[in-house]
């Protein structure tokens, strides 16, 4: 009887122990081994810089580094006289922002969609390539265009009309907002756009059959269906707003108006620093991007109640604008050549001068182009573009690959748990860039693994920053390929590299090298993280041109170094809209 006890206990427990090794065998598939790996990516560079952020607010500074657990960060922030002014100075460029630049993009976008206004091509391109430019660079050209002392329109103004006091002062709050809104205007552009091209115009067609006015169809139909795209654009133009360094620097910070940004700047720049008093504003002002989130989702939630396009029937069309069609060209070519055209031109100018001056045929013989050879030999300049350019493709090739995997998964591997993916990538879109550099700073002086003062610190928030842009590029190419190519394919005995290397890839190659451009181009053009991480031998671009500024050293010596900044990206912007144009083809040729 024992002997075939024995014998028989350890035939039970195969099933059983084989069972085990099975599910172990299942959950150890390429696609679980991805979704692990990818989620464990997508939340160290989400998750970490977020708890250091919090671990040093609730800290004490220390010469060696954060201390014991306290309030007083907190305490000193919130019992702080300026607060008040500080949060409503920030609340109303934040707000004023959004509004101007949703005004701004939202007039172009509905102008090159849904008229037939001549010149809409070049208006696209356009936008582009003002969106493109560096925020530095035009925030410098609008100090040089419209300052009380140094502006050459006040100068022209005054001389023309004969008048005591200069017209235009940048440096206010309304100079701010304009000078912020004139750059991010192409943004709520491209946002909008989408929206417009697919509104079906039945909708409005049928109001007007019903005896309703224009105005009435514009509020009661248009604008309602539009909601989920105003909100979204305008959420993220706030977050913008509040995240904006570069305007409240220049422009804020000469007229002693300060926004969260430029006080937690100055925190960190303090000797000694205090962290933990940057970190205490970096939540206030991350809470209130999070509010601003929560808010967009709650009025966003029955977002089917507002598709438009259901298949069958579908036809976006034109509105027909008649005598209003130059008129309107006149008034958009207006809007460009004042937002894109006078920085521009002022930024060409001055680098061809060594001290400010006045466009004016008499000084067109002091031209003189020492200014770029002063640059071309800047001990740190050669050092910087190749910073610029290493961590642009480098952000920009890590971003599409790891984008491109983390869509699949959401989409098609995994959709039951991949939706993790998506959320953890689409997060930083709704944390300031200031605050993801101070965060990720705090981060790597506490995780000891000696990335601190290397291009590899900037290389973590550069690929942080740009996630949810590579990631909604990658979704919005996943979902236009059919699932049945990837079956076909591991029907007839292919892989899952093999999928990825002989399906995939080539039909998203358009969509990932249009990302990868994105990337890039607003990778070489940040300022807002790196002026926290950069270090002597790892500058970039934007912070040896915010150093040669606000060192006071010659005004056309920074011009030219824009200039050379934006040559090459209005190549890019050109190689951009070609991918887009091409796109467009094999979309209709499908």
């Not at 075939?4 to 090794?21: I, L, M, S």
């Not at 417009?196 to 067609?205: H, K, P, Q």
């Not at 139909?221 to 620097?249: D, N």
């Not at 937002?339 to 002091?366: D, E, I, K």
Request: hydrophobic share 55%; with cysteine.
């Amino acid at each position: 009887m024992t002997i075939q006890n024995t014998v028989q206990h350890p035939a039970g427990d195969a099933p059983e122990r084989k069972g085990v090794f099975a599910a172990l065998r299942g959950l150890l598939n390429p696609t679980t081994i991805l979704l692990i790996l990818s989620a464990l990516f997508a939340g160290w560079l989400v998750i970490v810089p977020v708890a250091a952020l919090l671990y040093t607010a609730f800290a004490e500074d220390t010469p060696m580094g954060p201390g014991a657990f306290t309030l007083q960060n907190f305490v000193d922030v919130l019992t702080s006289p300026h607060l008040g002014e500080l949060f409503a100075t920030t609340m109303i460029f934040a707000i004023g922002t959004a509004a101007l630049t949703f005004l701004m993009g939202a007039f172009v976008a509905w102008i090159v969609e849904r008229t037939d206004t001549p010149g809409r091509e070049w208006f696209h391109r356009m936008a582009l390539l003002t969106f493109a430019i560096p925020g530095l660079l035009t925030t410098m050209s609008w100090i040089l265009i419209a300052s009380p002392n140094i502006g050459w329109l006040n100068q022209l103004l005054q001389n023309v009309f004969g008048l005591s006091a200069a017209p235009f002062n940048i440096y206010t709050m309304s100079g701010m907002i304009w000078a912020l809104s004139s750059h991010y205007f192409p943004l709520a552009y491209l946002l909008m756009g989408p929206a417009f091209r697919v509104l079906d115009t039945r909708m409005e067609e049928a109001a007007v059959m019903s005896g309703a006015g224009k105005l009435d169809v514009a509020r009661r139909v248009t604008l309602p269906l539009l909601r989920p795209a105003i909100y979204a654009t305008c959420l993220l133009l706030f977050i913008r707003g509040i995240e904006s360094f570069e305007v409240p620097r220049l422009l804020g910070m000469p007229a002693r108006i300060f926004v969260f940004t430029t006080e937690i700047q100055t925190a960190t720049s303090n000797v000694p620093p205090q962290f933990g008093l940057a970190g205490a504003h970096g939540l206030l002002l991350l809470l209130l991007c999070i509010l601003g989130v929560y808010f967009y989702r709650r009025v966003t939630r029955n977002a089917d109640a507002f598709a438009t396009i259901t298949g069958k029937g579908y036809k976006p069309t034109q509105v027909e604008l008649a005598a209003w069609r130059w008129p309107i060209f006149i008034a958009v070519s207006f809007l460009f050549l004042v937002a894109l055209g006078l920085p521009l031109f002022t930024l060409v100018w001055q680098s061809l001068f060594s001290n400010v001056t006045a466009p004016r045929l008499a000084a067109v013989g002091q031209m003189t182009l020492q200014n770029y050879d002063l640059i071309l030999h800047y001990p740190i300049f050669l050092g910087a573009v190749k910073n610029s350019l290493l961590l642009g493709a480098m952000a920009a090739t890590i971003v599409v690959g790891t984008t491109f995997i983390m869509a699949w998964i959401s989409h098609r591997a995994s959709p039951k748990y991949g939706w993790t993916l998506d959320l953890l990538a689409f997060a930083p879109i709704a944390i300031p860039s200031v605050i993801v550099g101070a965060s990720i700073l705090f981060a790597y002086l506490i995780i000891p693994i000696g990335v601190y003062n290397t291009i590899w610190i900037l290389l973590i928030a550069y690929v942080t920053m740009n996630l949810p842009y590579g990631m909604r590029f990658a979704s919005s190419g996943i979902v236009q390929i059919h699932r049945e190519l990837e079956e076909v394919a591991s029907t007839s005995g292919a892989n899952l590299i093999q999928t990825f290397r002989r399906v995939l890839l080539p039909l998203l190659t358009p969509v990932l090298l249009a990302a990868w451009l994105f990337v890039f181009v607003l990778a070489v053009r940040e300022l807002s993280a790196s002026i926290f991480l950069s270090g002597p031998g790892t500058h970039v671009l934007g912070t040896i041109s915010l150093t040669m500024w606000e060192e006071g050293g010659s005004f056309g010596a920074v011009c030219a170094l824009g200039v050379i900044q934006i040559m090459p990206l209005i190549l890019i912007v050109s190689l951009m809209r070609w991918i887009e144009n091409r796109m467009g083809a094999l979309r209709t040729q499908s």
